[in-house]
């Protein structure tokens, strides 16, 4: 079955610079997480959109934005990079769910950046 | 706020002994409950969910759970553990009154040795 593809899985960058993150649902699956964990932490969410509009947002800096684009795949743009947001991202996806129900999100294997 | 506390940071035990990881929950109305184990550089992997009915819920690789609502937790079991089940299990729970993200624990490393 397909998986939530990210790329890259590894990203190697200096301080003060941009990186972007990609993340591909999988099919079907209309609404898209990122998560950040950082070494020997939990995941912590970031942000989440549905339809292309963002539909939470959570401990995300500001130096940091997301959109979903027309084909339900996401990108996460991280700009004046810091050593601290050296981490794993993760992005899930799943359908929205109804109240009765809750749908399982689906992780992609992160995309490991390392800032120096 | 809802939350989960995992009060274990590290679990051993020996292969082909049963294993339990421990997970209490705080939400405000129905929780919806998960578990996720991650391998090492590895993404985290489902294994089980608890929305509504059977307090036990079964799962992938012979992992279940025990809903208890009195005492607020959800407990990841597994009547003979492996060697390959050694990994860090993330409990986590849904917040479905909102954007429908999880809230995870800290982690618990499980340890399963020959």
């Known amino acids: 079955a397909a998986g939530v593809i990210q790329s890259p899985r590894h990203l190697i960058k200096e301080k003060r610079e941009t990186a972007t993150l990609k993340c591909y649902p999988i099919p079907r699956h209309d609404t898209v997480y990122w998560y950040q964990q950082g070494p020997g932490q939990d995941p912590q969410f970031l942000i989440s959109f549905y339809e292309k509009m963002q539909s939470d947002k959570g401990s995300i800096p500001d130096r940091f934005s997301a959109q979903q684009f027309s084909d339900y795949h996401s990108e996460l743009n991280m700009s004046s990079l810091e050593l601290g947001d050296s981490a794993l991202y993760f992005c899930?996806?799943?359908?929205?769910?109804?109240?009765?129900?809750?749908?399982?999100?689906?992780f992609g294997p992160g995309t490991r950046l390392t800032v120096l | 706020a809802q939350s989960v506390a995992q009060p274990e940071d590290q679990v051993n035990v020996a292969e082909g002994n049963p294993l339990t990881v421990k997970c209490t929950y705080s939400v405000s109305g129905n929780p919806y409950l998960f578990w996720y184990v991650q391998y090492p550089n590895r993404g985290l992997q489902f294994l089980l969910k608890?929305?509504?009915?059977?307090?036990l819920v079964k799962g992938s690789y012979g992992f279940e759970a025990e809903f208890n609502k009195s005492q607020t937790s959800f407990h990841l079991k597994k009547p003979s553990a492996l060697v390959s089940d050694s990994a860090l299990y993330f409990c986590?729970?849904?917040?479905?009154?909102?954007?429908?993200?999880?809230?995870f624990g800290t982690g618990t490393q499980l340890k399963v040795e020959l």
């Open positions: 899930a996806s799943d359908t929205f769910p109804r109240r009765e129900t809750a749908d399982t999100q689906y």
């Open positions: 986590a729970v849904r917040d479905m009154g909102g954007g429908n993200k999880l809230t």
């Open positions: 608890y929305i509504t009915g059977d307090n």
